[in-house]
């Protein structure tokens, strides 16, 4: 009698860019000591630094010239301190699989990760001196200082090729990276024609306060809503592929890095948009 051969159904592949199984497998292994290479092999490390060197130089420099009072000068600087406090506790979160648990992610877009360390800014911006010698600062530095900072989004062009990795999921991809990728494409744009028009070549002007002012809110837009309700849509494995954006290394984005790109947004818009009528009152 002679036996057939049985046709064996072969899975079907996963979409190019999805989480494969093994992905999965080595998110669920036994977690890796918190100082190994796997957890800091991000560029998101040398971003965060740079954030804060910027905002300290910046304090530094017009505390020494006399722009910003000594006794601002103290309470700015204790801004990137509680920072770099709330640093050690997201990584400790992040690293013990806290903030990727099952309970965090269903409290999206409510409990929105990133709003975490502005809020643990609160008690130094609620004094009045540390928000004039934020206003102070800022309309005192350059524009394309704070322009310049904006290109480092366009590193967001990376987990493009996270995904097509299968290490990034698709729906942050379109939603979060792709985004903030094209903000920072425009601030090499505006930096570009901003630094031509302070070095008073012919032809370019400067862009004024109120566009750049507008600009930084797009920035804020372009993550705030954006991404808070990419992260808490989609189906229930979309859901625990969004998982990935919470562990190590990743996580420094959500819970340092795009917090503190939206922080200088917000204070360059406020400052920006309200100078001109704080100058006429």
């Known amino acids: 009698m002679e036996l057939r051969a049985r046709k064996v159904a072969q899975p079907a592949a996963p979409p190019a860019g999805a989480l494969t199984p093994k992905s999965e497998a080595h998110a669920s292994a036994k977690r890796a000591p918190l100082f190994s290479y796997a957890n800091w092999a991000s560029f998101l490390l040398p971003i965060y630094t740079l954030q804060l060197y910027f905002f300290v130089s910046l304090v530094l420099e017009h505390g020494s010239d006399g722009t910003i009072r000594e006794d601002h000068t103290h309470l700015l600087l204790m801004l990137p301190a509680l920072t770099i406090i709330w640093a050690v506790i997201a ?19 409510g409990f929105w990760v990133p709003l ?12 009045p001196q540390a928000r004039e010698g934020l206003k102070r600062m800022v309309i005192h530095t350059y524009p394309e200082r704070f322009i310049a900072l904006q290109c480092g989004r366009m590193l967001a062009l990376r987990l493009h090729v996270e995904y097509l990795h299968g290490r990034f999921p698709r729906r942050l991809m379109l939603w979060l990276a ?6 920072g494409m425009s601030a090499c744009g505006l930096y570009y024609l901003q630094s031509k028009a302070s070095r008073d070549v012919a032809g370019f002007e400067d862009i004024s306060l109120k566009v750049l002012g507008v600009w930084n809110v797009v920035g804020v837009l372009a993550i705030v809503p954006v991404a808070s309700l990419a992260i808490s849509s989609g189906r229930q494995e979309d859901r625990q592929a969004h998982k990935v954006l919470f562990r190590l290394p990743l996580a420094l984005g959500p819970t340092l890095v795009l917090p503190l790109f939206i922080a200088y947004n917000a204070l360059v818009a406020w400052v920006y948009l309200t100078w001109e009528y704080e100058e006429s009152r």
């Open 91 to 109: 990584i400790l979160l992040a690293h013990t699989g806290v903030l990727s648990a099952d309970v965090v992610m269903r409290a999206f877009p």
């Open 116 to 127: 975490l360390p502005m809020l643990s800014m609160l008690p130094v911006l609620a004094v």
């Open 178 to 183: 792709t985004p903030n990728a094209f903000f």
